[in-house]
């Protein structure tokens, strides 16, 4: 079974940037629909943003013109490029495929 580690997490300033990368133990090409998901502390995990293997993406109403979902299926890697990042961005993100999921990234927007 694929695995999937993500990084790239920490703790940043309101305004700023940070790109998450999750990177897949097997080959990503034949994965249809990855996303990233976001859990913050009491809530219920939510969807961030989701690629299609042709490259079509879906976002969050949240954080629409703020994050970008890529991929690169030559480094099996998929990434969050997330900028303008507000307090209410703070949470553990995790990458997903089908039913794997990854240990998640910690993302701390605070001042």
């Known amino acids: 079974q694929v695995q999937l580690v993500e990084s790239g997490g920490g703790l940043v300033q309101p305004g700023g940037s940070l790109r998450l990368t999750c990177e897949s133990s097997g080959s990503i090409r034949s994965m249809v629909l990855m996303g990233w998901y976001r859990q913050a502390p009491g809530k219920q995990r939510e969807l961030v943003a989701r690629?299609?293997?042709?490259?079509?993406?879906h976002y969050a109403d949240s954080v629409k013109g703020r994050f970008t979902i890529s991929r690169d299926n030559a480094k099996n890697t998929v990434y969050l490029q997330m900028n303008s990042l507000k307090p209410e961005d703070t949470a553990v993100y995790y990458c997903?495929?089908?039913?794997?999921w990854g240990q998640g990234t910690q993302v701390t927007v605070s001042s």
């Open positions: 690629i299609t293997s042709g490259g079509l993406t």
């Open positions: 997903n495929f089908a039913m794997t």
